[in-house]
């Protein structure tokens, strides 16, 4: 799909303001409701704008741990990454999980209760035998950058 100013400017300002009202949307990028509202649709449908969602401050709701994973699989097949991807989908406290080029093969995002049900959700995987060779976790201290939009400008050459 080809983006033209708009197109971008709707989509820097929901990648903000993600509960805008689309007569608000309308006019921050200067178009009338329907215009707008038709280009917002064409991009939903073409997958540009994948969902809406809120962030939540987990720390008002209660104790919480955020633990990153440097994963690396005993097996480095086709097969082997489908078998640890597909497992990565049955556990709901890993909420994040990248495929990397280099030295470790994944990075897991876990948010959990505390230390001890990540560990019981480690053990859970290695008893599973879902590949898991060696792991490396780092709980996450303190938040200093995080849930930014994305530099729309810069990844598509304007900035």
Same mark, same amino acid.
């Not at 104790?63 to 597909?86: G, I, K, N, Q, S």
């Given at each position: ?45 073409? %997958?540009?704008?994948?969902? &809406?969602?809120? *962030? =939540? ?6 104790? +919480?741990? /955020?633990?990153?994973? $440097? ?29 990397? %080029?280099?030295?470790?093969? &994944?990075?897991? *995002? =876990? ?6 049900? +990540?560990? /019981?959700?480690?053990? $859970? ?35």
């Amino acid at each position: 799909m080809r983006l033209d100013d708009r197109d971008l400017d709707i989509l820097k300002v929901l990648s903000v303001r993600g509960r805008i009202t689309k007569a608000e949307l309308a006019e921050e990028v200067g178009l009338s409701a329907s215009p707008c509202w038709e280009r917002l649709r064409k991009l939903e449908k073409a %997958g540009v704008i994948e969902g &809406y969602r809120a *962030e =939540i401050s987990l720390k008002k709701l209660g104790p +919480y741990v /955020r633990v990153f994973v $440097a994963a690396e699989l005993a097996d480095h097949t086709a097969a082997a990454f489908r078998v640890f991807e597909d497992a990565v989908q049955g556990y709901e406290e890993i909420v994040g999980c990248w495929a990397l %080029g280099g030295g470790f093969d &994944y990075l897991l *995002e =876990i948010v959990t209760r505390d230390i001890d049900s +990540y560990q /019981r959700l480690i053990d $859970a995987m290695l008893d599973a035998r879902v590949g898991l060779a060696k792991y490396f976790t780092y709980v996450v201290t303190k938040r200093v950058k995080g849930g930014m939009a994305p530099p729309l400008d810069i990844l598509l050459g304007d900035g």
